[in-house]
């Protein structure tokens, strides 16, 4: 069964860090507001962990469902060789 | 008189994420004494060390395998480590941020382990810990022995 934002929203911190452990989809990492920062897709929602210690020390975490929201997250690819 | 000390354990590492490469190591910093960490930020560069090692037919205690490298990924360096003779069973890890089960199966088929980078501290406190275990039996005793 699919998790719900909400639902997520709910857990402890602990609980969520474990859930996005063992089956969230990695996206990318960048840097904002002074952290590192690591994008997850879980289900039908986003995942953003600032860090204020990388992998160590979570400052926050975003929940989000837009797409949008990820567009920084990816690197732009060269297709012009991909053509046929 | 002269002292020699016993050879360190080597630990090959492959990550082209700095942080990651820093965090790995602060993690074995603990084995100083008795493991020594070499990294490299490209897979065909590690490979070519590699290589090396077999020539000298020496073999590292671990190897741990970014997926996502440059110049030759982590699963990509995996196949042909096992094609090597002389690292037919090497313990290999892979370790990623994705926990993605056609990953998890693809390090399964080659005889590798399979580890997923940490999130928070009490998960990265856990990691030095699982990458010893990769090791052969009588090298993880020597290392945590040597430890104490």
Same mark, same amino acid.
């Given at each position: 069964?699919?998790?719900?934002?909400? *639902?997520?929203? $709910?857990?402890?911190? $602990?609980?969520?860090?474990?859930?996005?452990?063992? %089956?969230?989809?990695?996206?990318?990492?960048? @840097?904002?507001?002074?952290?590192?920062?690591?994008?997850?897709?879980?289900? $039908?929602?986003?995942?953003?962990?600032?860090?204020?210690?990388?992998?160590?020390?979570?400052?926050?975490?975003?929940?989000?469902?837009?797409? *949008?929201?990820?567009?920084?997250?990816? %690197?732009?690819?060269?297709?012009?060789?991909? @053509?046929? | 008189?002269?002292?020699?000390?016993?050879?360190?354990?080597?630990?090959?590492?492959?990550?082209?994420?700095?942080?990651?490469?820093?965090?790995?190591?602060?993690?074995?910093?603990?084995?100083?004494?008795?493991?020594?960490?070499?990294?490299?930020?490209?897979?065909?560069?590690?490979?070519?060390?590699?290589?090396?090692?077999?020539?000298?037919?020496?073999?590292?205690?671990?190897?741990?395998?970014?997926?996502?490298? /440059?110049?030759?990924?982590?699963?990509?360096?995996?196949?042909?480590?096992?094609?090597?003779?002389?690292?037919?069973?090497? /313990?290999?890890?892979?370790? &990623? &941020?994705?926990?993605?089960?056609?990953?998890?199966?693809?390090?399964?088929?080659?005889?590798?382990?399979?580890? &997923?980078?940490?999130?928070?501290?009490?998960?990265?406190?856990?990691?030095?810990?699982?990458?010893?275990?990769?090791?052969?039996?009588?090298?993880?005793?020597?290392?945590?022995?040597?430890?104490?």
């Amino acid at each position: 069964m699919l998790m719900i934002l909400e *639902e997520f929203e $709910s857990l402890t911190e $602990s609980r969520q860090l474990d859930l996005l452990y063992t %089956q969230g989809v990695y996206i990318g990492k960048c @840097a904002k507001e002074g952290c590192t920062t690591l994008l997850f897709q879980l289900d $039908s929602f986003y995942v953003e962990l600032f860090y204020l210690k990388y992998r160590c020390y979570i400052k926050r975490m975003d929940l989000f469902t837009s797409p *949008e929201a990820i567009d920084e997250y990816l %690197q732009p690819v060269d297709i012009e060789n991909l @053509a046929g | 008189m002269t002292l020699s000390l016993p050879p360190k354990h080597l630990v090959i590492y492959a990550d082209d994420d700095p942080d990651d490469l820093e965090l790995v190591r602060d993690s074995f910093d603990k084995y100083a004494q008795n493991v020594e960490l070499i990294s490299f930020e490209d897979g065909r560069k590690a490979l070519q060390y590699l290589l090396g090692l077999a020539q000298q037919r020496k073999t590292p205690c671990l190897i741990i395998l970014d997926i996502n490298l /440059p110049g030759l990924d982590g699963k990509e360096m995996l196949k042909t480590i096992r094609t090597i003779p002389h690292f037919k069973d090497t /313990p290999v890890v892979l370790f &990623t &941020t994705s926990s993605q089960p056609s990953d998890k199966a693809f390090a399964r088929n080659l005889d590798a382990g399979f580890m &997923t980078k940490p999130l928070s501290y009490e998960q990265m406190d856990l990691i030095t810990e699982q990458f010893i275990e990769h090791c052969a039996e009588d090298i993880r005793k020597k290392i945590r022995r040597q430890l104490g």
